[in-house]
């Protein structure tokens, strides 16, 4: 099973200032890889795909990078309206994992 | 607009049985994987079953393998999930999800599921 760790468990940082988020996978999982946001009392929802991929909608400022077993989200130019929790997941083998999640919070 | 609307959730005693379903909107349903993902209160995110494009090919999580099913009826574009002997571990929202085996692109709003005496 490929274990997913995220860190930290929690940011807070100021609106306009930039949100690095790491996800760290036990064994490769290539680009396999995709992100997350939950919002208070919502569902998820899809950002990346493929590691780097935006999904349908989500605006520019949302990033992704890294292959293998070390990837990061970045989130530039935080807006009051980021403040979720961000869940990594791997779809390079069954069973699928998700990351335990990062708060992110807005100072 | 595709939308995923999950139903069947309540509150059950340990050992019993529950059936969810999700009836999907917006999208050729027959085309795709679909998933159930949970997350009990408070906590992340778990992947709980896929099932293939024709139902063939089905796969779980080892914490509900033996006890749960999953299965959809392409006819009525509606995925299931079977739960026998459930525990109070399985208290959780249960979320219907479009994809399995790759990222979960879209997500319905989840059906609570209680399991308490």
């Known amino acids: 099973e490929r274990l997913m760790t995220q860190s930290p468990a929690t940011l807070s940082v100021s609106p306009g200032e930039r949100a690095t988020l790491s996800c760290r996978a036990s064994?490769?999982?290539?680009?396999?890889l995709a992100w997350y946001q939950q919002k208070p009392g919502q569902a998820p929802r899809l950002l990346i795909h493929g590691a780097s991929t935006r999904a349908t909608g989500i605006p520019v400022r949302f990033s992704g990078s890294g292959s293998g077993t070390e990837f990061i989200l970045s989130i530039s130019s935080l807006q009051s309206e980021d403040l979720a929790v961000y869940y990594c997941q791997q779809y390079d083998e069954w069973p699928l994992t998700f990351g335990q999640g990062t708060r992110l919070e807005i100072k | 607009e595709v939308q995923l609307l999950e139903s069947g959730g309540g509150l059950v005693q340990p050992g019993g049985s529950l059936r969810l379903s999700c009836t999907a909107s917006?999208?050729?349903?027959?085309?795709?994987?679909m998933s159930w993902v949970r997350q009990a209160p408070g906590k992340g995110l778990e992947w709980v079953s896929s099932v293939s494009t024709t139902g063939d090919n089905t796969y779980y999580a080892d914490s509900v393998k033996g006890r749960f099913t999953i299965s959809r009826d392409n006819s009525k574009k509606t995925l299931y999930l079977q739960m026998n002997s459930l525990r109070g571990e399985d208290t959780a929202l249960y979320f219907c999800?479009?994809?399995?085996?790759?990222?979960?692109?879209?997500w319905g709003q989840g059906t609570l599921v209680t399991v308490s005496s």
């Open positions: 064994q490769s999982v290539s680009s396999n």
């Open positions: 917006g999208f050729t349903f027959s085309s795709y994987a």
């Open positions: 999800v479009w994809g399995g085996g790759n990222s979960f692109d879209y």
